[in-house]
């Protein structure tokens, strides 16, 4: 059952096995994995509940409904980077692309040296991702589906000689709208909205949208219960109260909110580490501008990767928006606006992903609301701009006449030959437009209590019975999307629970 | 939002909003609306200070060079010139400060139905063919 703001009409007090804040790719995994072992499951959602037949075209309206602040959430540093956080049922599961990857070997090896996780093999980890492989449809992409400006970039991939594979995503049925990040109109991609959080409401879950969590009870150095507020989508107001008794509070909110929730309650934990170790991925667009039409928005957002220098840390893919998000991401304005965007049908999108070396911070700012900071270092700075560099060069092999740069001081390009003019520039890191999806490491596992804050298996070293299942508990950058492993560590984490039943719930 | 910032924010739509000789849509009230409508949905602290940032784009302008007058007495080319300075300041913050208004005013613009004609955008039917 999932109850929703206008569905509530007094105070709600309930008792529950398990309290789960957040229903993306942690929250909802969990939910559902301690729903069919028999537990009874209350989940809290601080976004409102949205399915198909609310997703439409119109890309401001559905970005006001699905993203934490209308898309405007800022990591503040040099330079600020605009972050994308869902805050709706499904959580960032449904406005993301839906790649699946494994977390790479090399990165559990780092985890290994670096936290302790000597478990965490990709041996250990393989039933686990299996397990969510098979629940939300992971697949490679379907070439029918893959649109043209996705042919350009493989095209000029190939002929520099670059390796490049279709991707895999949570889909089934998958026909290329290119609403991926809009929330799916026609329930191809399996986000947590149409798998887990259906199975988990069958199963029992009592859901609750549009109700943020505000306090974390600790009573004997043990969670016993939250606190939360129902919040009005229109106006804002928070109006009526649900508490929730639970023997075990699972927190999922992502890495931004989940240390804010914790530092907010005066939980930060005998490491200090709350709030810190923050990672994101940081990543950059480039456009490539061709004689030929494109049609970008048809197909898939995207169907491939290039892979070529994914152990430098650099990843490539398509990645195709609407006019508006386009255009206001470019620096020009007025006749020069139109005159480009007028080859918004020629036009190929694509973005460098690179594994961040530098970390940030989350600390609570004004009305105690977490902000996070991250400047990004010389090293990662290289990285982008080199990807950009590699993107350029990929789409005038691919045919582009011109390419339009990330970079205030450098906003275009027009041949192969001014690709030079990139690294002449000597860019720096406030010149660079940076974006990310991927907030991770915030609340770290660890074996050593005194260097992270939650265990291998999720539970807070320093409070009983809170675990953590999201992206805050990486304690290093992964280098690819994120979702299947936080996913796979989410199963693991309410296996673990399980397992351990007798700890928790006697 | 207040009649003032309304009134600067109509005077930065009038210069950024895209137009050519063969395609004008006179949609300049529309999108002060909609940026209008865009704050509300802000972060708490960038709804607090964007009003700020459309007074200082405006109040500035008596100190630049442009002529000792706020932006919105500027005339046509004088107003164009200093949003330009503003667009392409060597200053990280007038660089991040006219993104975010320029942005939302071209989000607007580019959100209209007669645009997505002229830039043959047209995934409402892309959407339908799929579902059939």
């Known amino acids: ?506 | 939002m207040g009649p003032k910032t309304r009134n600067i924010l109509l005077a930065i739509a009038e210069i950024a909003m895209p137009r050519s000789d063969e395609f004008y849509l006179a949609v300049e009230d529309k999108l002060v609306d909609f940026v209008e409508d865009a704050t509300y949905h802000l972060t708490p602290l960038l709804r607090r200070l964007f009003p700020l940032g459309v007074y200082l784009f405006e109040y500035l302008a008596i100190l630049s060079s442009f002529s000792f007058k706020p932006f919105t007495r500027l005339s046509i080319n004088r107003k164009k010139l200093y949003l330009d300075s503003w667009v392409h300041s060597r200053l990280y913050f007038k660089r991040e400060l006219i993104k975010g208004i320029k942005g939302l005013v071209l989000f607007g613009y580019y959100s209209q139905p007669e645009v997505w004609d002229h830039l043959e955008y047209d995934p409402a039917s892309y959407l339908e063919g799929l579902r059939s």
């Open chain 1, 1 to 506: 059952m999932i109850r929703k703001f206008e569905d509530i009409q007094s105070n709600i007090r309930e008792k529950a096995d398990v309290c789960v804040i957040g229903s993306g790719a942690g929250g909802a995994v969990v939910a559902k994995e301690l729903a069919e072992n028999g537990y009874s499951v209350v989940l809290l959602e601080e976004g409102g509940y949205y399915t198909s037949k609310d997703f439409n075209c119109e890309s401001f309206e559905m970005i006001k409904k699905l993203y934490r602040d209308a898309g405007t959430s800022m990591i503040m540093g040099k330079p600020n980077i605009i972050f994308s956080e869902g805050r709706c049922v499904g959580g960032s599961t449904v406005i993301n692309a839906g790649i699946c990857w494994r977390i790479p070997r090399r990165a559990l090896e780092r985890w290994h040296w670096e936290a302790g996780l000597w478990e965490l093999t990709p041996e250990h980890l393989e039933p686990y991702f299996e397990k969510v492989e098979e629940f939300i449809s992971v697949r490679e992409q379907p070439l029918e589906t893959i649109g043209k400006d996705v042919h350009l970039i493989k095209r000029g991939a190939e002929r520099l000689g670059y390796k490049t594979s279709p991707v895999k995503r949570n889909q089934k049925d998958c026909k290329g709208s290119n609403f991926c990040i809009f929330g799916c109109p026609l329930d191809a991609k399996q986000s947590t909205l149409i798998t887990y959080i259906p199975r988990a409401s069958e199963l029992g879950t009592k859901i609750y949208a549009n109700c943020r969590a505000d306090k974390i009870r600790i009573s004997k150095g043990r969670a016993t219960g939250v606190t939360g507020y129902f919040i009005d989508p229109l106006t804002g107001n928070s109006l009526y109260q649900v508490d929730v008794e639970a023997k075990v509070v699972i927190v999922a909110g992502g890495a931004i909110q989940t240390p804010g929730l914790l530092l907010k309650n005066r939980l930060q934990h005998k490491s200090r580490m709350v709030g810190k170790n923050f990672l994101c991925h940081p990543n950059a667009k480039a456009v490539g501008i061709f004689d030929e039409d494109v049609y970008g928005w048809k197909g898939t957002v995207q169907g491939w990767q290039i892979h070529e220098f994914i152990d430098e840390g650099i990843i490539l893919s398509t990645t195709f928006v609407p006019p508006g998000p386009l255009a206001m991401s470019l620096p020009y304005y007025g006749e020069q606006s139109l005159e480009v965007m007028q080859d918004y049908n020629r036009m190929v999108a694509a973005g460098v992903l690179v594994e961040d070396t530098g970390t940030g911070r989350i600390f609570l700012g004004p009305g105690r609301k977490p902000i996070p900071y991250y400047k990004i270092n010389q090293h990662d700075t290289r990285q982008l701009i080199r990807g950009i560099a590699i993107l350029s060069e990929i789409y005038f092999a691919g045919g582009a006449r011109s390419v339009l740069l990330p970079f205030a001081q450098l906003p275009e390009i027009h041949s192969r030959e001014e690709i030079s003019k990139i690294y002449d520039m000597k860019i720096k890191p406030n010149d660079i437009e940076i974006l990310t999806m991927h907030a991770m490491g915030t609340c770290t596992m660890g074996a050593n209590p005194r260097r992270s804050v939650v265990d291998q298996y999720g539970e807070s070293h320093d409070y009983k019975n809170l675990f953590i299942a999201d992206a805050s508990i990486f304690p290093a950058p992964i280098g690819v999307n994120p979702q299947l492993t936080i996913m796979a560590l989410a199963t693991r984490i309410a296996d673990y629970i399980h397992s351990h039943s007798q700890s928790y719930f006697y």
